[in-house]
């Protein structure tokens, strides 16, 4: 076996979905077909483009060049995008989500809702399609689309539960977490994204897509609890980043867990004297264990990938202090740092801070955003259906 088979993986799951499964998308992709064949309609890319290791530039140019397309395919890649390039247009909302969720995770358990909470947890409500998602969820790491909307929906309207803590259980769960598409999902079945808009599942619905899986079933009764709808206002990105990396000096490329992407580093292979990749997944207590070896497994293979194109390559794990970080570049005599732009979330937190402590020692930092992300994010500052109209008028598929 190869050491660096999440990257070949990857493009074997979307040669082959390409080949067989993209002219059959339209029409069978809502339908989920249960735990033992998670992936029959869809493509099973997820844990893949949340970790960088295949990006959407790539896919919708490989799509370009096959004789097999699917307008909704492209679609759903490119909700990735948005949601991505909305969350970064309102960084708010990441910040709201932190406080609101400690606050949820505080008085979930002196409220009335802690044995709801504690049964959703644990796949004891009683619910059988629900009692199964969450089963699936834990075990194996990915829910269909569909699922992710029935659970998600059941969660807030029927259960009355708060949106963060599911938010944040879905997050510590799926291989292909990721903030902005899990927060920004959650936020719109909530009805929290479009005003007067939420997502309310019904037991016809989940019958037929699920294709009759379920025994019969009774959803509760619907919880009549409107969360109130905060506008928030939009920011701008710095996209002042047109650097080149200096090839008389000594250069540090740093790389981030969700963003494994090889591509940048190649090209620029001359002018790096070391790829840095950061470990920022130990911050987080309640990550499962198979989310933490699917990241291990990422990393590894991300780190045997620069070994095969000669690149000296250290891992440093950040979680916690900067100190062994910090000794590498002194030891190394590095003042220059560059990395690929870190998008709102986790990692981007800790490497806020990190930011700062370079500064602090006279280290530069600068970031790069690859040119596709700098153009379509720019669309971003309206819905899905506005961002994608320009979106066609940029890239033509
Ligand atoms: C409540 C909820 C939480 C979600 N959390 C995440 C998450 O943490 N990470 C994540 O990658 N996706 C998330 N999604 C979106 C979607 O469910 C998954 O991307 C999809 O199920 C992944 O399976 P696939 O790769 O087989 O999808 P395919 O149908 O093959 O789609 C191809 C790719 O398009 C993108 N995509 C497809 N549907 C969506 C969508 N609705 N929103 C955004 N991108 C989409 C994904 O990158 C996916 O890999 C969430 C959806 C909901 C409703």
Redesign the pocket.
């Known amino acids: 076996m190869n050491n660096f088979d999440a990257y070949k993986k990857s493009k074997n799951i979307l040669e082959n979905?390409l080949q067989e499964k993209i002219s059959k998308?339209n029409q069978y992709?809502n339908f989920d077909y249960g735990p033992n064949y998670p992936?029959k309609a869809?493509?099973?890319?997820?844990p893949y483009?949340?970790k960088g290791i295949i990006k959407?530039e790539y896919i919708l140019d490989k799509i370009n060049d096959s004789k097999n397309s699917s307008e909704k395919?492209i679609q759903?890649?490119l909700?990735?995008t948005y949601?991505k390039g909305w969350l970064e247009r309102h960084k708010e909302v990441w910040l709201d989500y932190k406080n609101s969720f400690k606050l949820e995770l505080d008085s979930i358990y002196h409220s009335e809702l802690a044995e709801k909470y504690d049964q959703a947890i644990n796949g004891k409500t009683k619910l059988e399609p629900y009692d199964e998602w969450i089963n699936q969820l834990k075990n194996t790491g990915?829910?269909?689309?569909h699922a992710?909307?029935w659970?998600?929906s059941i969660w807030i309207h029927y259960f009355g539960l708060p949106w963060q803590l599911g938010?944040k259980l879905?997050?510590d769960h799926?291989l292909?977490?990721?903030?902005a598409?899990?927060t920004l999902?959650?936020r719109?079945?909530a009805g929290l994204q479009t005003e007067g808009k939420k997502y309310i599942a019904n037991s016809h619905n989940i019958m037929k897509f699920s294709l009759s899986r379920f025994k019969s079933f009774n959803l509760p009764k619907l919880v009549s609890k409107d969360i109130p709808f905060k506008k928030y206002t939009l920011n701008d990105i710095n996209y002042n980043n047109d650097f080149t990396l200096d090839p008389n000096k000594k250069n540090a490329f740093l790389v981030v867990e969700n963003n494994l992407d090889i591509n940048f580093i190649k090209q620029h292979k001359d002018n790096i004297f070391i790829v840095l990749l950061l470990e920022t997944s130990n911050s987080r207590n309640n990550l499962s264990s198979i989310s933490k070896t699917f990241q291990s497994s990422c990393n590894t293979d991300f780190i045997n990938l620069c070994k095969q194109y000669n690149i000296n390559i250290e891992k440093v794990d950040i979680s916690k202090c900067f100190n062994q970080f910090l000794k590498i570049l002194k030891e190394e005599n590095i003042f220059n740092t560059y990395s690929d732009y870190v998008t709102i979330g986790f990692e981007k937190d800790i490497v806020t801070r990190l930011v700062t402590s370079l500064k602090n020692h006279n280290i530069s930092y600068n970031f790069f955003l690859s040119n596709f992300y700098k153009e379509v994010w720019s669309y971003c500052n309206k819905g899905f259906f506005n961002f994608k109209k320009s979106f066609d008028k940029f890239y033509h598929i």
Not at 176 to 179: E, F
């Open positions: 979905f998308y992709r992936h869809v493509s099973g890319l997820s483009i949340s959407e395919f759903e890649v909700w990735r949601w990915y829910l269909h689309n992710r909307m659970f998600a938010a879905f997050y799926l292909d977490a990721d903030i598409s899990n999902s959650w719109w079945v």
